[in-house]
């Protein structure tokens, strides 16, 4: 930090006063925005927080005159909230931001027009953020982290501020996503059910009118949220609205929701190229696509195996588990495929035996019964068209269409 005069402190406070008061009087949401970023680090906040340092009376100035007074319950602890950012007790940030964006809030329920929107969509944000921050800071002194969970009790007050019939209800969606990305962190997504009835049965307002950004971080959550239910076809409606509504400059977005949404795909039979994959750093699925081309059970199981905490932290890891029943599928068509090549005649007859010799191969050890049953499974799930003739220990499949594709169906529905 240069050094800095009380003189020149004097004046930086006063200038972002002034700017303050300016904002609100000329409606100037893009500049009341900047003033609230506090985690943006913007040069202008940083020297406002070393020069409160060097003029510790910051409070006196904003008493003094009406114009700056009647925000002083905003801006006050915003003050104090910007100092103890600045040198790194994020503890005291937070609570100071609290009581800052609790003031603003019955303020900008008063102002008439949504004019003020941008600035509290900030306060939604930085709320979130420096909670994450501060229960960071308070698990490393062995204490409960608490703070998001504050948080979202502050973002539910300011969802029914938004929620209802005017301009402002456009906002709803932006404060719905950051209450999501709050209870995936915590775990509490069963939370997230009473918001998405308010948005989603409030037919006073068409999902469409919503800020295309807004959409597209509601449906790739609401679509998580799906696949969590094990809602496949719901998941994909969800997550592919996400992609393709998705600015394709953002990369990394299109990689987070191609993290759910490749599995929910593999999950109804649809196969993502391997350059979609190299694209988007997403080649842990690469041998699952592989092992579902080939029918080989134990590729899938080594994928499984080998990035196991990743598949399990993005909770697709069931997902993909249940995709073993789609891999017996592809490994009797490629035995099918074999035997009609030597003797189309008895093509489609097939032993078990001979699928029992197929996963030895593999290097996976099955009796006939397990078999059996798999092979029953497999018929009851309409993945495989033909019954047994349990005497002779084969399976007789059905002479027209014995491998059913999915055609985009979930196998187990």
């Known amino acids: ?3 800095l005069s009380m003189g020149e402190a004097h004046r930086r406070i006063t200038e972002y006063l002034n700017r303050f008061s300016e904002a609100v009087s000329f409606q100037d949401g893009a500049s009341l925005k900047q003033l609230l970023s506090v985690s943006s680090n913007s040069p202008s906040l940083l020297s406002l927080a070393d020069s409160l340092n060097v003029f510790q009376d910051a409070n006196r100035l904003i008493k003094q005159s009406d114009k700056y007074s009647q925000f002083g319950e905003i801006i006050a602890p915003f003050f104090r909230c910007l100092q103890s950012y600045r040198i790194g007790n994020l503890l005291d940030a937070y609570h100071a931001f609290e009581k800052a964006a609790n003031a603003f809030l019955p303020e900008f329920r008063n102002w008439e027009s949504a004019w003020a929107l941008e600035a509290l969509y900030v306060i939604a944000y930085e709320i979130r953020i420096l909670a994450e921050r501060a229960d960071r800071e308070l698990a490393s002194n062995g204490k409960s982290p608490e703070k998001l969970k504050g948080a979202g009790s502050f973002l539910m007050k300011v969802f029914g501020v938004l929620a209802g019939k005017g301009p402002k209800r456009v906002g709803a969606l932006y404060v719905t996503c950051q209450l999501f990305k709050i209870y995936f962190k915590l775990g509490t997504v ?10 989603e049965t409030a037919r006073i307002f068409d999902f469409e009118e919503f800020p295309k950004r807004d959409k597209v971080t509601y449906m790739y959550y609401t679509g998580r949220l799906e696949v969590f239910n094990e809602n496949f076809p719901a998941a994909d409606h969800k997550l592919s609205y996400a992609l393709m509504h998705c600015n394709p400059h953002h990369e990394a977005n299109i990689r987070m929701i191609l993290k759910y949404l490749i599995p929910v795909k593999l999950s109804i039979g649809i196969l993502p190229e391997d350059r979609l994959l190299e694209k988007y ?5 690469s041998n699952v696509v592989q092992a579902l081309k080939r029918g080989d059970l134990r590729l899938l199981r080594q994928a499984l195996q080998e990035h196991e905490d990743r598949f ?16 017996y599928q592809r490994l009797l068509k490629k035995i099918y495929i074999i035997q009609k090549q030597r003797d189309p005649s008895k093509a489609h007859q097939m032993k078990l035996e001979v699928i029992v010799k197929a996963l030895k191969w593999l290097e996976i050890d099955m009796d006939l019964d397990e078999v059996e049953c798999i092979v029953a499974m497999l018929i009851y799930k309409n993945l495989v068209k033909g019954y047994f003739a349990h005497k002779s220990k084969v399976v007789v499949l059905s002479k027209q269409d014995p491998f059913p594709k999915l055609n985009a169906k979930p196998v187990n529905s």
């Open 312 to 327: 399990l932290r993005s909770g697709v890891f069931l997902v993909l588990e249940k995709l073993e029943l789609q891999v």
């Open 190 to 199: 069963h939370l997230c059910r009473s918001v998405i009835r308010s948005i």
């Open 281 to 285: 750093g997403l080649v842990e699925y």
């Open 1 to 3: 930090m240069a050094y």
